[in-house]
C-alpha cells in the first residue's frame, strides 16, 4: 500500500445436516444467496428512509468487493458502501488535503463511539496550541460523533465538528476520511470491523 500519511467478515451458519456431498453443495450456494440479499435489502431499505441533513443517497455502483465494503473515491470526494454487484450507498467525504494522499486497501480494526483524539505529530506540528489529549464529546474533537479506525497507521473514518461540517466535500484532512456526524453514526451502524476500505486517487 502506498501512504504518505500518519492521521489517525460474515454471520455463518451450520445447519446442514447429513445431506450428500453435492445436496450440502447446493445448499450452501442457495443460503449465500439469499444471506446476501437479506443483507442488501436490509441497506437499501435503510437508505431510502427520510434522510434530512445527511449527505448520503442510494445510488447505482458496480463493484465486486463483498457488500458491507467501503470504497473511498478521492477525486469524487464520496465514501461508497457496497449494498450488492450494483448498488451502494453513497456519502459525500472530506478527503486528504495536498501532500496527504493515499491509497491502498485496508480493514476496519476497531470501532468507537465519541471517542478521545490525540492529535498526531504532523498536526501538533501544524496546530501547536492543541492540547495533549481532546476528550470524546468535546465540540473541539474532530472525531466527532463516531470513529473507524482502519488497519494501517493513524487514519480513521470519523466525523467531524460543528466548525469543520463546511469542509465535508472538499481535500482538507491530515489522511483521514472525514463525514458529517449524522452519516458516520449511518455508517457506523452498517458496517462491521473487518470490513475491506479501498481507497482511490
Given at each position: 500500500?502506498r501512504?504518505r500519511?500518519e492521521?489517525?467478515?460474515?454471520?455463518?451458519?451450520?445447519?446442514?445436516?447429513e445431506?450428500?456431498?453435492i445436496?450440502?453443495?447446493?445448499?450452501?450456494?442457495?443460503t449465500?444467496?439469499i444471506?446476501?440479499?437479506?443483507f442488501?435489502?436490509?441497506?437499501?431499505?435503510?437508505?431510502?428512509?427520510?434522510?434530512?441533513?445527511?449527505a448520503?443517497?442510494?445510488?447505482h455502483?458496480?463493484?465486486?468487493l463483498?457488500?458491507?465494503?467501503?470504497?473511498?473515491?478521492e477525486?469524487?470526494?464520496?465514501?461508497?458502501?457496497?449494498?450488492?454487484?450494483d448498488?451502494?450507498?453513497?456519502?459525500?467525504v472530506?478527503?486528504?488535503k495536498?501532500?496527504?494522499?493515499?491509497?491502498?486497501?485496508?480493514?476496519?480494526?476497531?470501532?468507537?463511539?465519541?471517542p478521545?483524539?490525540?492529535?498526531?505529530?504532523?498536526?501538533?506540528h501544524d496546530?501547536?496550541?492543541l492540547?495533549?489529549?481532546i476528550?470524546g464529546?468535546?465540540?473541539?474533537?474532530?472525531?466527532?460523533?463516531r470513529a473507524m479506525?482502519?488497519?494501517?497507521?493513524?487514519?480513521?473514518i470519523?466525523g467531524?465538528?460543528?466548525?469543520?461540517?463546511?469542509?465535508?466535500?472538499s481535500?482538507?484532512?491530515?489522511?483521514?476520511i472525514?463525514?458529517?456526524?449524522?452519516?458516520?453514526?449511518?455508517?457506523?451502524?452498517r458496517?462491521?470491523?473487518?470490513?475491506?476500505?479501498?481507497?482511490?486517487?
Open positions: 500500500m501512504r500519511t492521521c489517525g467478515r460474515r454471520l455463518f451458519y451450520n445447519a446442514l445436516i445431506t450428500s456431498n445436496e450440502r453443495k447446493t445448499m450452501n450456494r442457495r449465500s444467496k444471506t446476501q440479499f437479506a442488501a435489502a436490509a441497506l437499501i431499505g435503510a437508505a431510502l428512509a427520510p434522510q434530512a441533513a445527511a448520503r443517497e442510494f445510488v455502483y458496480h463493484s465486486e463483498d457488500p458491507g465494503s467501503i470504497v473511498v473515491s477525486h469524487e470526494r464520496k465514501l461508497y458502501l457496497i449494498v450488492d454487484q448498488d451502494a450507498i453513497a456519502y459525500k472530506a478527503v486528504p495536498a501532500g496527504k494522499e493515499w491509497s491502498g486497501v485496508v480493514q476496519i480494526n476497531a470501532k468507537f463511539v465519541a478521545d483524539w490525540t492529535p498526531p505529530e504532523d498536526v501538533k496546530h501547536p496550541e492540547p495533549e489529549v476528550p464529546g468535546a465540540s473541539n474533537n474532530p472525531m466527532g460523533a479506525t482502519l488497519s494501517e497507521g493513524q487514519v480513521a470519523h467531524t465538528t460543528q466548525k469543520m461540517r463546511k469542509s465535508i466535500g481535500a482538507a484532512s491530515y489522511g483521514c472525514r463525514m458529517l456526524n449524522e452519516d458516520v453514526v449511518d455508517l457506523y451502524d458496517v462491521a470491523v473487518g470490513a475491506t476500505v479501498v481507497v482511490e486517487p
